[in-house]
């Protein structure tokens, strides 16, 4: 069973709109950790935002938010005012157990920001 | 400071050829991961470490495959001998422990782009 699900291989949206890039994620232990990691084409990784499963409020990065719904196990990305800089690959992480283990990678999203 | 440093950059080598990717990871973390990354697999983790241990060699595809970390500021991942569906980017990662205020996220190097022809 797939860990991590981003449902959304493609996304595209107007400069300055918001978007919302979905993960899902599968796990029985009540502590874990979820990531949001952006590649731009240039093909660096780069970390923009983490949440804890434990964490009460969602988390928050600059333009950058985590709509964290744990009932749900998602762990949705917000973008507001989205900058054409923000067009790359954007990839969910989950890392599981209290002991630390390895980040398991969803699949991505492509955002496409156009003018 | 810097980052996590990986070389080379590129490789382009021929099948049956050995390869060698290596990688510094920043001063003070813990941990080192290489990743795999390629568009039928997405990225894959193949290995990683703890205090220059490996912890959890599960995801190295075969014994082509094999790493090591001799000391906190170096780590090598080698194939040997080399095949086309090889070729992919390598990462390598670091990261402190999850702690004392960490969230241990990973600090990746840019990458080793490896063509097998």
């Known amino acids: 069973a797939q860990k991590i699900t981003q449902t959304q291989p493609g996304m595209f949206v107007q400069e300055k709109e918001a978007v919302t890039l979905d993960c899902t994620y599968d796990?029985?232990?009540?502590?874990?950790?979820l990531f949001w990691y952006k590649q731009p084409s240039s093909g660096e990784m780069i970390f923009l935002i983490y949440?804890?499963?434990?964490?009460?409020q969602n988390a928050t990065e600059g333009r950058y938010s985590l709509n964290f719904q744990k009932a749900r196990k998602s762990a949705n990305l917000v973008i507001s005012a989205s900058q054409l800089g923000d067009s790359a690959m954007y990839f969910c992480?989950?890392?599981?157990?209290?002991?630390?283990?390895?980040?398991?990678f969803g699949t991505g999203t492509r955002l496409l920001v156009s003018p | 400071d810097a980052g996590v440093i990986q070389s080379p950059r590129h490789e382009v080598t021929e099948m049956g050829q050995e390869v060698t990717l290596r990688c510094k990871p920043i001063?003070?973390?813990?941990?080192l991961f290489w990743y795999r990354q390629t568009m039928m697999r997405g990225l894959e983790l193949l290995i990683y470490?703890?205090?220059?241990?490996?912890?959890?060699d599960s995801g190295m595809p075969e014994d082509r495959f094999s790493a090591k970390m001799p000391n906190a500021s170096f780590s090598t991942l080698k194939i040997q001998p080399s095949e086309p569906r090889d070729s992919a980017v390598y990462f390598c990662?670091?990261?402190?422990?999850?702690?004392?205020?960490?969230?241990?996220?990973?600090?990746f190097g840019e990458g080793s782009r490896l063509t097998v022809l």
């Open positions: 990662a670091s990261s402190s422990p999850p702690w004392g205020g960490n969230t241990g996220e990973l600090f």
């Open positions: 796990t029985s232990d009540p502590s874990y950790g």
């Open positions: 949440q804890g499963s434990y964490d009460q």
């Open positions: 992480a989950m890392r599981e157990g209290r002991g630390f283990q390895k980040l398991v």
């Open positions: 001063s003070g973390h813990d941990y």
């Open positions: 470490f703890n205090n220059n241990v490996p912890i959890d």
